[in-house]
């Protein structure tokens, strides 16, 4: 079994950064892909970011230039630091493993969420 727990959330005022981090922890012999989602109130979860095992990331268009997404494959975790961030950010950020492969299957997995929170 595999556990992905986050952490880094709260309450920033608009222009303010947050750093948020996701551990990947169990029987894991590599990961696919790392990324992050989110879902604010009333809406459908959406990506943000992705870092595969290749060293290759990618950031949706809402957030370029404002989060940066990185991947310690050795440790199996991801920080996603997020900077001049905006009220439309708000919601709950999920950070999810694709393609976890435990020497025999590969299965994906979602953390519980942490929430992001900007107010003034």
């Known amino acids: 079994q595999v556990q992905l727990v986050e952490s880094g959330g709260g309450l920033v005022q608009p222009g303010g950064s947050l750093r948020l981090s996701c551990a990947a922890s169990?029987?894991?012999?590599?990961?696919?892909?790392m990324g992050w989602y989110r879902q604010a109130p009333g809406k459908q979860r959406e990506w943000v970011a992705t870092?595969?095992?290749?060293?290759?990331?990618n950031n949706a268009y809402s957030v370029k230039g404002r989060f940066t997404n990185s991947r310690n494959n050795a440790k199996n975790t991801l920080h996603l630091q997020m900077n001049s961030l905006k009220p439309e950010d708000t919601a709950v950020y999920y950070c999810?493993?694709?393609?976890?492969?435990?020497?025999?299957?590969?299965?994906?997995?979602w953390g519980q969420g942490t929430q992001v929170t900007v107010s003034s």
């Open positions: 870092s595969t095992s290749g060293g290759s990331t």
């Open positions: 999810n493993a694709d393609g976890v492969y435990d020497g025999k299957y590969e299965h994906d997995y």
């Open positions: 169990g029987s894991i012999v590599s990961i696919a892909a």
